[in-house]
């Protein structure tokens, strides 16, 4: 008998009519109305029935008891680890906020720090470059001093080029006078001479395909005239390429 009601149970659609004809059948070998049938025998298959039905039905509710009980100490657990994260989170949200706060901070004092370095530092530099070029330029007024010779040196040519700029353009506003036309002369044409040669030191590495020394020729010749001749060249030198 439990096994009949069990099978029935497990079926995919229970019906409970079935499972009383089955219980009939099974209980009066299918014949109800043979004179040998017997009522009250029919009756305690039934009750047997309905018996193993509610010690199912016990089992089922104990199980569901369980399992409702599992799932709400799954979802405590879940619930828990839910809010670690979510505090752990907001520490980190926190700790990121104020990690950019100082970044920030730091940032804005190194720009301030930089423009106050800055701003000490292009007078002072002004002020050098400005002894400098006062230095040479009595050094060339002194007609006894051949201070270009040192401008013929190949070897100090960038530090040449740096000289030679600002002590020619002072000169361009001396007058043309006996004590200064022979310093005039000799600085302008270390002038040429180092311009020239800074132009061929340039083109040498553009045969070399040396483009850092490429760049630092050019950045020297930028103060010179002759810086749109070099760039006209070097135009003219890439586009040979293609016709």
């Known amino acids: 008998m439990e096994e009949l009601v069990l099978a029935n149970l497990d079926s995919t659609v229970f019906d409970v009519d079935n499972l009383i004809e089955n219980i009939a059948y099974k209980s009066t070998d299918g014949n109800v109305v043979n004179e040998n049938f017997d009522p009250n025998l029919l009756e305690s298959k039934f009750r047997q029935a309905m018996s193993i039905l509610q010690d199912y039905q016990v089992q089922t509710e104990q199980n569901i008891k369980q399992l409702e009980e599992a799932c709400e100490k799954e979802r405590n657990t879940w619930a828990n680890s ?10 980190t949200y926190t700790g990121q906020q104020e990690l950019e706060m100082r ?9 301030q720090i930089g423009h106050q370095l800055e701003s000490k ?3 002072r530099q002004q002020l050098i470059d400005a002894r400098t070029t006062a230095k040479y330029l009595e050094r060339f007024l002194d007609a006894n001093d051949d201070v270009s010779l040192m401008f013929q040196d190949a070897s100090k040519l960038e ?3 740096h000289i030679i700029h600002p002590l020619y353009n002072v000169l361009q506003e001396l007058p043309d006078e006996p004590k200064f036309l022979d310093a005039k002369t000799k600085v302008k044409e270390r002038y040429l001479a180092i311009e020239e040669e800074l132009l061929l030191e340039f083109s040498r590495a553009q045969v070399r395909n040396d483009k850092k020394a490429m760049k630092k ?9 002759g810086h749109n001749d070099c760039i006209q060249n070097f135009i003219t030198d890439c586009l040979k390429i293609f016709f």
Do not use: D, G, H, R
């Open 82 to 91: 839910v809010a670690q994260l979510e505090e752990l989170y907001q520490s």
């Open 103 to 111: 970044i920030s901070v730091i940032s804005t004092k190194v720009i």
């Open 121 to 123: 530092s292009n007078p």
């Open 159 to 161: 530090q040449a080029a």
């Open 217 to 225: 020729y050019i950045k020297l010749l930028s103060k010179f005239k």
